[in-house]
């Protein structure tokens, strides 16, 4: 696809498939903006704008999405985890900033090396940082806010840096409003050991083992009343059912995965296959962009 010109402030604009951006590898294009400072980031959010993290909770169209599409790329998807001296202890560090566009997983590597606490929990997640605080991603054995010390927020209004206590979070939930950039963080660590931070990440990436290790945007449904969704799809004899190159997971019933040529369309038709069949009402888990089909 070709080139867009580059904008005002000198932030890469590219017409491209989204599909390339997303864990499921589904979607169609869009004008991204790659944002790699903060002037390029307030220039990209002058007209209507979707922010873009790891696309690991997305099911993009096919058509693609008629917004400018933001990737946070360069200082923006940098790290500086050297703590703080003026507010680290000798138990607890505050890193200096860490870009909204940092994929997780190697950072989440990164502290268990240094023996830095807090974050483990969310090991295994394919998101980046923004996307993950956004979502206050986690799993039973920890979640992102358990390691945030200050939040950058950019609006087209401005920016702020907020500390988790000034947010309504809670449970996958950050209380930032959709839209809201989470452009860097400050890290908020216990020092602990390398082996009793591994010994924690294991525990979380044990309970991952049943999980497919094709491309995927992790669960499809929540679980409805406290019923395992994918028990129910399991229960409805759907596992391996396949609509183009779109499958329900034979190894996890909640997940659909993508054999290689999958379309949005395939995946939209899976779903509709599984509420049809479990027959009670299923909210799904992952985004759709845009929102209405
Ligand atoms: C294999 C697999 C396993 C998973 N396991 C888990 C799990 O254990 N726990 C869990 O919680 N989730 C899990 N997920 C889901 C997903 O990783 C999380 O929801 C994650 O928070 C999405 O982050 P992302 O950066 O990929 O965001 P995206 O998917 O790119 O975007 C999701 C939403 O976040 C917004 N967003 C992205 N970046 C920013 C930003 N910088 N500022 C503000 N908003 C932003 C987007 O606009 C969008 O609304 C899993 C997904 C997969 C594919």
């Not at 090991?123 to 980046?128: E, L, S, W, Y």
């Not at 509709?272 to 027959?279: K, L, P």
Request: charged share 20%.
């Amino acid at each position: 696809m070709s080139a867009v010109s580059p904008s005002r402030t000198g932030a890469r604009v590219e017409r491209q498939p989204l599909s390339r951006y997303t864990t499921l590898g589904v979607g169609g294009p869009a004008e991204v903006w790659f944002a790699g400072d903060h002037a390029q980031l307030a220039e990209a959010m002058e007209a209507p704008y979707r922010i873009l993290g790891g696309g690991s909770n997305l099911v993009i169209s096919d058509q693609g999405v008629p917004e400018r599409v933001i990737r946070l790329v360069g200082p923006l998807a940098e790290r500086d985890l050297d703590p703080d001296p003026l507010l680290s202890t000798d138990d607890e560090i505050v890193t200096g900033w860490v870009g909204g566009g940092v994929p997780l997983p190697g950072l989440v590597r990164t502290l268990q090396k240094s023996g830095l606490s807090n974050l483990e929990g969310t090991v295994g997640i394919p998101a980046q940082v923004g996307g993950a605080v956004w979502m206050n991603a986690g799993t039973r054995y920890g979640e992102m806010f358990d390691g945030l010390h200050t939040i950058e927020i950019v609006t087209p209004q401005g920016t702020r840096q907020v500390s988790p206590d000034e947010l309504q979070w809670g449970y996958r939930n950050s209380g930032i409003p959709r839209g809201h950039v989470v452009s860097r963080v400050r890290l908020k660590l216990r020092r602990s050991t390398p082996q009793a931070v591994l010994e924690k990440m294991d525990a979380a990436d044990q309970a991952r083992k049943g999980q497919p290790k094709m491309k995927t945007p992790g669960c499809a449904f929540k679980n409805p009343g406290g019923v395992s969704a994918g028990k129910l799809i399991d229960e409805a004899g759907l596992k391996g059912t396949r609509i183009g190159d779109a499958m329900i997971a034979p190894e996890h019933a909640n997940f659909i995965v993508n054999l290689g040529g999958a379309t949005a369309a395939d995946v939209h038709a899976l779903l509709d296959v599984i509420r049809a069949r479990v027959g009670i009402p299923m909210e799904l888990e992952y985004e759709l962009w845009p929102e209405q089909l």
